[in-house]
């Protein structure tokens, strides 16, 4: 394994982004007995509601190595599977879930304007195993899964498959791009980092092309992590990055065209926190960031389909 100038500090920036994520993050009764001498059986649980592709919202659940996972759906009006869509996979923070995720990204509203599907895979107990954490399930796995049913059942365009998410869901959007390999055209990371003791290995990175938005908080306590990140990436990418363009509000966003196509795009926010920029609705939401991070995704997914 090759080790870059840095590697020591990402192992001590990666353990202590770790402690800063997870801060930032008995029922008993009088049961009476049977009365015969059978034994006590539960009812049936019910079956889950038959997933019918449609306008609108569904809660679906699928039965992934042996454990019932959950995911939400939402396709925009006048959606027929006769017509593949793009596909945008929405991951939630940690603690959280596809409501929040939804709820806070605005990602619905912008399906229904620009005409893709949306997906909001549940992480169990509420996070998903990405990068620093949290859990130990197979959830690129079970993204992967969620993915290709849509394809296949949903009919979304397996060249224009698309991850984001915050915090937790955004370095599982940094874990797919790595590990899921021909999956995603391009992904965008949330004040998140591409970080943890897998991202030390030299090898570790995209064997297929997938480009990177993603969007910084000069107030987020992980900003140092996710500046590492962004730099092991390009440096194992041979990406060649363009002077900094200045917006309103000290923001600067830096483009960087890499080798093997891909590109890579940054938001810096120095006034922002651990937050979703433009998001209205939320504790996350930091409505006064000045860019709106789903407008500017979606964009740059509209763009960059599968190379």
């Not at 079970?142 to 915090?167: E, H, N």
């Amino acid at each position: 394994m090759r080790t870059s100038p840095g590697t020591a500090l990402r192992v001590s920036l990666w353990t202590a982004g770790a402690a800063v994520l997870l801060t930032l993050t008995g029922c008993g009764g009088n049961e009476k007995p049977p009365l015969s001498n059978k034994p006590a059986t539960k009812p049936p649980s019910p079956a889950p509601a038959p997933e019918v592709p449609r306008a609108g919202d569904q809660k679906i659940t699928m039965t992934w190595k042996g454990q019932q996972r959950v995911y939400r759906v939402h396709a925009p009006p006048g959606y027929s599977p006769s017509k593949p869509l793009p596909l945008v996979v929405g991951m939630h923070m940690y603690p959280g879930d596809g409501d929040r995720i939804a709820a806070l990204s605005g990602l619905n509203a912008k399906a229904d304007t620009k005409n893709f599907l949306v997906a909001y895979p549940d992480g169990l107990n509420s996070g998903y195993n990405a990068l620093i954490c949290c859990g130990a399930e197979d959830d690129v796995g079970f993204i992967k899964a969620v993915v290709q049913r849509l394809v296949t059942t949903w009919k979304a365009d397996p060249d224009r498959i698309y991850a984001t998410g915050i915090s937790n869901g955004a370095d599982m959007s940094f874990k797919l791009a790595v590990e899921a390999p021909g999956v995603f055209a391009a992904v965008a990371p949330v004040s998140g980092a591409f970080s943890g003791s897998a991202t030390n290995d030299a090898a570790y990175i995209p064997t297929s092309p997938v480009s990177v938005m993603t969007f910084v908080g000069g107030q987020d306590r992980v900003k140092q992590v996710a500046d590492m990140g962004i730099e092991t990436w390009q440096e194992r990418l041979n990406c060649k990055t363009k002077p900094p363009q200045k917006l309103r509000n000290g923001i600067t966003r830096v483009a960087a065209k890499c080798k093997d196509s891909s590109d890579f795009v940054t938001y810096n926010l120095p006034e922002m926190g651990h937050f979703w920029p433009g998001a209205t609705a939320g504790t996350m939401a930091d409505e006064e960031a000045g860019i709106s991070a789903t407008d500017l995704m979606w964009d740059f997914f509209a763009s960059h389909p599968k190379k």
